[in-house]
C-alpha cells in the first residue's frame, strides 16, 4: 500500500511516502523551493518524493492531510466570533487565510495531484504528532506526550500507543488541552516579548535563559495558572493572540513584565535591560519545564509504561526533554527527530497505515535521512569548471585527510548521503568544525553562521566516547541520538571544548551510533585518534536565514560565498583556491583559552 502524508499550510510543510508500512523517502518543503519556513502546499516535496520512488500520483491508495482543516476552520470562526469586536481587525486575516488554502484541502489536493477526492484522508493534527513519535520509536508499548501552539483546538494531548503481537497497533489519546491554552503559545508569546521572530526564535528564548536566573516564576505563574488535576490555563487578560494578529500579549503582560525588547536593539547582558530579558527567558522555561515534568509524571503514574514518546514541537526544547528523562519517572524517552509540523506528513501516512488501513505494524528505521541525496561526482564536475581544487579518495584516505584538516582548524562543510528530515543537522548536511576552543565558535559566526553570540554550538561525539565527555543519565545517550537533550558537558573538559559548551556548562550534544552515519562516525574517530577528543562541533550547513542545504549544488555555492574551506560530498573534496587561512590558523586545535562561559557572558 501506497501512502503519501502531507502538512502544510501552518509553517514548515512537508511531504512523506510510506510504502507497505515503511518511510522511504521524506522532506520538508524548504529544502526544495528554499524559502525558510516555507509553509506552502508542498508541491516540490511531492514531487520529488513520488519520483525518488518511481511513482505518478495515480499509484497513490491514499494521500493523507495531517490535521484536519474544517475543524481549524471552525476553531478559528468560533474564536473571532467569541472575541468581536475586539477581534474585528484580525477577523478578515483569518478568514481570508483559511478560505485561501486551510479550509479546502481536500479541492487543493486533488487538484494539484490529480487525484480522486475519496483517496484523501484527513487525521487528528496531535494524532499525527503522536504518531510520529510513536511509530517510528522502538518501543512496543508507551505513554504519549504531544505538546505545541495549536493544531485544530488541541494543544496538549496525553495518552499510550500499543503494538500488539498480533500486528495490530493502537493509539489512544486520553485527554487534551484546548486552545487557547497552550505551552507551544505561552512560549511564543515570550519568543515575540523577548523580541524574536516566532517559530523561529524558540532556540534563542532558551538559549538566552542560560544567561538568566528564573526570578519571575511568579510573575510567569500569574499568566499561566496550574489546575489541580495537573493542565493549566492562560489567563486570557495577559494574551492577545486570541484576538488580533498584531500582537501576542497585552499591555497588562507589559505592565508585569516591563517594556519588551524591540527586535533590532541588541541584547546587552551587562545591562539591567538585557538581564531583565535574560531572566525572564530563564522564568518561562523554568515554568514551561516543570509544567511538563509533572505532566510527564502524571502520565507515568497512570500508564504505568516505562517509555514515553514525546511529539509536538515543544518537544524540541532539549532542556525540558532532559528534565522529563530525569525527573518524570520515566527509563526512556524517544522524540523524533521531526517532532514539529513538518514530521506530521510521516505521523499522518503511518497514522493512516496502522490505524485507517489497520495494515500490520512494520519496524520503521531508526534514523533520520529521509531526503534527497548529495551527488559527489556532480560536486566534482561543478567545482572543476569553477576552476577549483577537487580531489577525489576512496573513504579511508578521504577521513583521514578531513580529519587532519579539522585538526588544523579549517571548517568542513560536509554531504553524506540523504539529508535528514527535520530541523536539526544530524550529520548529513554539517557544518564540522574542532570544539575546543571560543575563537572557532566566533569565526563560525562572525563568517558563516551570523547568529547571536549567546546561541551555542551542539557537538556530535561516538557514542563509544559520549560518557567520558558529557554527563549523561541512563537513556541519555538515546535522548541525544536526534540532539533532542540538553546535558552537562563533564567539568573537566569544558574548557577543551569551550566552542560547543553554553554558559552554563551544559550543550546539547548529538551521540552518534556508527550504524546511523558510518561516515560521520568513522571521521570522529579518526579524529580522535589524533587530537585524544572524538568531538566535533556539528552546526547545519547553512548560512543565515536560508534553509539547510540539499544537494551538492547548494552545498556549492554557499561554500563559494562563506567562509567554509572545505566541501565534501561522497568521494570528493573541494578546497578554496584563496582560502581564509590566517584565521584557521589562528584558531588551532589545541590553542584552548579558557572556557566559554567567561569570554561570552
Ligand atoms: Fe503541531
Known amino acids: 500500500m501506497k501512502i503519501l502524508g502531507i502538512s502544510a499550510h501552518y509553517h514548515d510543510s512537508a511531504a512523506a511516502l510510506v510504502i507497505d508500512g515503511v518511510p522511504v523517502c521524506a522532506v520538508q518543503e524548504e529544502r526544495m523551493s528554499r524559502r525558510k519556513n516555507d509553509a506552502s502546499f508542498p508541491i516540490g516535496a511531492v514531487e520529488w518524493c513520488l519520483h525518488s520512488a518511481g511513482l505518478e500520483p495515480a499509484d497513490l491508495d491514499a494521500i493523507v492531510f495531517y490535521e484536519r482543516s474544517m475543524l481549524k476552520f471552525e476553531r478559528i470562526l468560533t474564536c473571532a466570533l467569541r472575541a468581536f469586536p475586539r477581534s474585528w481587525r484580525s477577523f478578515p486575516h483569518a478568514i481570508k487565510n483559511t478560505l485561501g488554502d486551510k479550509a479546502w484541502v481536500r479541492g487543493i489536493i486533488s487538484s494539484e495531484l490529480g487525484v480522486p477526492r475519496d483517496k484523501i484522508l484527513f487525521t487528528d493534527h496531535h494524532a499525527s504528532h503522536a504518531a510520529a513519535a510513536f511509530l517510528t520509536a522502538p518501543a512496543q508499548r508507551a505513554a504519549i506526550l504531544t505538546a505545541d501552539g495549536v493544531g485544530e483546538w488541541a494543544t496538549l494531548t496525553v495518552g499510550q500507543g500499543e503494538r500488539r503481537t498480533d500486528g495490530t497497533t493502537d493509539i489512544t489519546l486520553r485527554r487534551e488541552v484546548r486552545f487557547p491554552h497552550s505551552l507551544g503559545l505561552l512560549y511564543s508569546t515570550f519568543t515575540a516579548y523577548l523580541g524574536f521572530k516566532v517559530n523561529e526564535g524558540e532556540y534563542?528564548?532558551?538559549?538566552?535563559?542560560?544567561?538568566?536566573?528564573?526570578?519571575?516564576?511568579?510573575?510567569?505563574?500569574?499568566?499561566?495558572?496550574?489546575?489541580?488535576?495537573?493542565?493549566?490555563?492562560?489567563?486570557?487578560?495577559?494574551?492577545?493572540?486570541?484576538?488580533?494578529?498584531?500582537?501576542?500579549?497585552?499591555?497588562?503582560?507589559?505592565?508585569?513584565?516591563?517594556?519588551?525588547?524591540?527586535?533590532?536593539?541588541?541584547?546587552?547582558?551587562?545591562?539591567?535591560?538585557?538581564?531583565?530579558?535574560?531572566?525572564?527567558?530563564?522564568?518561562?522555561?523554568?515554568?514551561?519545564?516543570?509544567?511538563?515534568?509533572?505532566?510527564?509524571?502524571?502520565?507515568?503514574?497512570?500508564?504505568?509504561?516505562?517509555?514515553?514518546?514525546?511529539?509536538?514541537?515543544?518537544?524540541?526544547?532539549?532542556?525540558?526533554?532532559?528534565?522529563?528523562?530525569?525527573?518524570?519517572?520515566?527509563?526512556?524517552?524517544?522524540?523524533?527527530?521531526?517532532?514539529?509540523?513538518?514530521?506530521?506528513?510521516?505521523g499522518a501516512a503511518l497514522y493512516a497505515d496502522r490505524i485507517y488501513f489497520r495494515n500490520a505494524d512494520r519496524e520503521v528505521p531508526d534514523h533520520p535521512f529521509w531526503g534527497p541525496p548529495a551527488d559527489g561526482a556532480r560536486l566534482a564536475q561543478t567545482a572543476r569548471e569553477d576552476n577549483q581544487d577537487v580531489v577525489e579518495l576512496g573513504d579511508d584516505l578521504l577521513i583521514a585527510r578531513v580529519a587532519g584538516e579539522l585538526a588544523a582548524g579549517r571548517i568542513v562543510g560536509w554531504m553524506d548521503g540523504a539529508c535528514e528530515f527535520g530541523p536539526r543537522a544530524l550529520g548529513h548536511r554539517s557544518l564540522l568544525a574542532a570544539p575546543h576552543d571560543t575563537a572557532m565558535r566566533d569565526r563560525l559566526n562572525r563568517d558563516i553562521k551570523r547568529r547571536e553570540e549567546f546561541r551555542p554550538f551542539a557537538p556530535v561525539v561516538t557514542a563509544e566516547?559520549?560518557?567520558?565527555?558529557?554527563?549523561?543519565?541512563?537513556?541519555?545517550?538515546?535522548?541525544?541520538?536526534?540532539?533532542?537533550?540538553?546535558?552537562?558537558?563533564?567539568?573537566?573538559?569544558?574548557?577543551?571544548?569551550?566552542?560547543?559548551?553554553?554558559?552554563?556548562?551544559?550543550?546539547?550534544?548529538?551521540?552518534?551510533?556508527?550504524?546511523?552515519?558510518?561516515?560521520?562516525?568513522?571521521?570522529?574517530?579518526?579524529?580522535?585518534?589524533?587530537?585524544?577528543?572524538?568531538?566535533?562541533?556539528?552546526?547545519?550547513?547553512?548560512?543565515?536565514?536560508?534553509?539547510?542545504?540539499?544537494e551538492a549544488i547548494e552545498g556549492y555555492t554557499t561554500f563559494r560565498r562563506c567562509g567554509i574551506d572545505l566541501l565534501v560530498t561522497g568521494s570528493t573534496i573541494v578546497s578554496k583556491r584563496a582560502t581564509t587561512t590566517s584565521s584557521s590558523k589562528e584558531s588551532g586545535a589545541w590553542s584552548s583559552n579558557g572556557a566559554a562561559a567567561s569570554s561570552v557572558a
Open 204 to 346: 534563542k528564548v532558551m538559549g538566552l535563559a542560560a544567561y538568566g536566573r528564573p526570578t519571575m516564576t511568579e510573575q510567569i505563574l500569574k499568566v499561566i495558572r496550574r489546575l489541580p488535576d495537573g493542565a493549566f490555563v492562560l489567563v486570557p487578560e495577559y494574551f492577545e493572540f486570541q484576538t488580533t494578529a498584531d500582537r501576542s500579549y497585552s499591555s497588562k503582560f507589559v505592565d508585569l513584565f516591563g517594556p519588551p525588547r524591540h527586535p533590532y536593539d541588541p541584547i546587552d547582558l551587562e545591562s539591567a535591560d538585557g538581564q531583565r530579558f535574560a531572566d525572564c527567558a530563564a522564568s518561562v522555561q523554568r515554568v514551561l519545564e516543570d509544567i511538563l515534568v509533572d505532566i510527564a509524571a502524571r502520565l507515568r503514574r497512570e500508564t504505568g509504561l516505562s517509555d514515553l514518546c514525546f511529539g509536538g514541537g515543544v518537544a524540541l526544547n532539549g532542556v525540558a526533554n532532559a528534565r522529563i528523562l530525569a525527573e518524570s519517572g520515566f527509563d526512556r524517552v524517544f522524540v523524533p527527530p521531526a517532532p514539529g509540523d513538518a514530521g506530521c506528513a510521516m
Open 465 to 550: 566516547d559520549a560518557d567520558r565527555f558529557f554527563e549523561l543519565p541512563a537513556a541519555g545517550a538515546r535522548l541525544a541520538r536526534y540532539m533532542s537533550g540538553v546535558f552537562p558537558v563533564r567539568r573537566e573538559w569544558r574548557s577543551r571544548l569551550a566552542a560547543v559548551t553554553h554558559v552554563d556548562g551544559t550543550a546539547r550534544v548529538q551521540v552518534l551510533d556508527r550504524s546511523m552515519a558510518p561516515r560521520l562516525h568513522a571521521l570522529l574517530a579518526a579524529y580522535g585518534r589524533g587530537t585524544g577528543i572524538p568531538v566535533l562541533l556539528n552546526t547545519s550547513f547553512n548560512v543565515a536565514g536560508e534553509p539547510i542545504v540539499t
